[in-house]
């Protein structure tokens, strides 16, 4: 039962993690069903942007976190206005290898200037100490990136139901002809959503930096899918969705691993996945659309 | 037997003679040495698993992600073979053990997987790759673990990979120009009013999905027989963004447009080579170059004609 | 004996109810039509019948033969197979492949040659192909599509696009054929031609027809018998002299000529 705890909070803190990013992923398909492969390579960006600020300006966790964010969410604009805007209205299958192309860019490109090593951040900016509640321990680190999580996603929920970018952004993803009909700058909300969804990649990147301690240039490859599986998990294009999933996943990887199969515990995300997809495909809290004939 | 010999297939007859015995040619004097052999080979290789992976998603528009399960399947059931039995032989049964098992795989997954569209099945199909290279991974009894197999004789050669592609077109040609073939294509355009007409629309988008699976494991099978060795890392996703790439490249239902483009981004990638550290970098920007201005690749749904090339003649419907 | 019997259909969508109840009966070489306003269920009902939706209560039975067939729960192809065609109130064309071949694509559950035969191009393979050649550029010929055999579908213009969906449905060989608003979008003179031609197939082909239609003359003028949806349920049903002239029928209409 110990061993199950454990596993469980290390779970949320990991499953965190891919819910910031599986937000990405959801909020950019909902509003242009782009499966947005470059998603987990910005979440990478976001952790160099955080190893960069700490290591070099010295400051501190906060700071690389909001510092990470503005650059991430301006990177996210900048890729969907040169390589997702001209492609809106050709073949899905065209983004998608876009997508894959910006990917490759951003992992290939860091990796150029920044060396295929592996680096680690300073042991001062860790928090040490462990917190023990009845023999389960929870390190400080685990618990600052819970918490900084939850506050984005506050945040993000805040936006969406509560602001004038939020309603659009919910009116596009619903109808952006209609959308455009009634006044709403199409092209602005989709920025938007960029500029968010990957600001909390960004976050995500400089969370994962400090809860690995290691960042490398393809770090965001299988995250990145991770993360993707989340956001299908719980239902695309659905933000509480994509926190559920992203936790569940994050839950049920540690909780695999954690009982031996380590070895398998990306083959169990893939057969979760792919038993959604069988099941419900439209996600935990999706509902089935039947097409109109 | 006289509706073989048709004007149309007759030149198609010729035109397949006089490339092969170009490139022999060209071979034989050492202009394609052996290091141009080896890229020769690649792109031979590419092409098998493009053609197998068009007839996937250009001929029946189902999107699959997951070739290089496929692949790794055709590779591995060959490389073993190889192991045991020496020479031809073993190179065909291997193909054939492939084959066997690529379709049942193919099967197994086509069944529940294919009730699925777009976007989901894209996934779905990654999901099962993936699966298939960690289940690769972790038989080490079988495959070698991570490690792979090794001292798998060289057998593949200009002959063999010519031959297999000019049979595998044949066969999909011939399959896409019949009835079945048609109904696979209504399936792409419209599967509510495809099966309204009668089409059973599951029926021929499995057909399909395992056809160019087994394709996909002739193409690993040729690899197995090149490399000499095989490691599960080979058929990660990357491998079956590579055949995508060439696909949509080449344009979605266009067979020579799959080997013009294969042929492209083989001797694109050979002459990076020579920028190592950038080769991805630049390689990267093309695609996102050539999909931009280029969405619906080279040739379209069009294919080459054989009658413009030997004669300024428009042909009949045939 | 009908072809055609349905018994207290009903379908619900969620909380929806978009047919309650319906019953229905298409005798052989009937033309039936349907008419409603929109949003009457109409179209839900032709989709229970072909198979596209499945009914949440209700009998639907089939006698191609004078043998009753139940069809609930069969898939669209096999209804298809049994011997029911329809048209689309939104033309579904398979737009990217020529005239003769989306004819072609609706003979398919008859070949007999099976995918290795086409493979290998075995004799039976260029047997069949010659036939459906042959009773194709047959069928295009009577709806006067035959000089744009080889011309993509979608590039037709709008009228011999509805034609050719007709086209493509006979081309099943069905005993009894829906067409879902036939004439929507078409002008005076061709919903007039079209008329003309919807009785020619009738006779020609030995087909029962129901047809959706909002354009009145037209359902007048052909229909047999109609019947009148209106909230998903049927408000009336009888001769079109009856239906002219019955109070309910108005009343659902009303602002509407009659």
Known sequence: MTIFLQQLVNGLSLGSIFALVALGYTMVYGIIKLINFAHGDIYMVGAYIGYFVITGLHLGVVPAIIIAMAACALLGVVIEKIAYKPLRHASRITSLITAIGVSLFLEYTMQYFMGAGVRTMPDDVLLEGVLQIGGVSITYTQLMIFVIAVLLMLLLQFI??????????????TDPDAAQLMGINVNATISYTFAIGSALAGAAGVLVGLYYNSISPLMGMTPGLKAFIAAVFGGIGIIPGAMMGGVSIGVLETLVAGYGGSLYKDAVVYVILILILLIKPSGLLGKNEKEKV | MKNWFTKNNIRWAVFTVLVYALFQYLISVNIINSYYQVVLYNIGINIVLALGLNLIIGYSGQFSLGHAGFMAIGAYCAGLVMLKVDGTVGFLAGIGFGIVMTALIALIIAIPTLRLRGDYLAIATLGFSEVIRIAITNMDDITGGAAGLNNIPKITNFNWIFGVIVISLVLIVNFARSSHGRATASVREDEIAAESMGVNTTKYKTLAFVIGACLASVGGALYAGNFYTLTPGIFGFMKSVDILVIVVFGGMGSLSGSIVAAFLLGLINMFLNDYAELR????????????VYRPNGLFGNKELNIN???KRKGGKRS | MNILTVKNLTKNFGGLCANSNVNLEVRPQELVGLIGPNGAGKTTLFNMLTGVYEPSEGEILFAPNGK???????????VTKLGIARTFQNIRLFTSLSVIDNV??????????????????L?????????????????????HLDEKADELAGNLPYGE???????????????????DEPAAGMNPQETAELTALIKEIKQRFQVSIVLIEHDMSLVMKLCERIYVLDYGKVIASGLPEEIRTNKRVIEAYLGEEV
Not at chain 3, 68 to 78: A, F, S, T, V
């Open chain 3, 68 to 78: 009753e067939i139940k069809l609930n729960g069969r898939k669209p192809y096999k």
């Open chain 2, 308 to 310: 413009a090339i030997f």
């Open chain 3, 104 to 121: 072609k694509i609706a003979m398919n559950k008859d070949v007999k040659s099976g995918v290795i035969s086409s493979i290998l191009r």
């Open chain 1, 160 to 173: 969406v139901k509560k602001t004038k970018i939020g309603k659009a952004m919910r009116a596009v993803s």
């Open chain 2, 280 to 291: 991805m970098i630049i390689y990267s920007v093309l695609i996102i170059v050539i999909m």
């Open chain 3, 123 to 143: 004799p039976s393979h260029y047997k069949e192909e010659a036939r459906m050649e042959r009773e194709a550029m047959e069928l295009l010929a009577i709806f």
């Open chain 3, 161 to 179: 696009q509805r034609r050719l969906e007709i086209a493509r449905a006979l081309a099943t060989k069905p005993k009894l054929l829906f067409l």
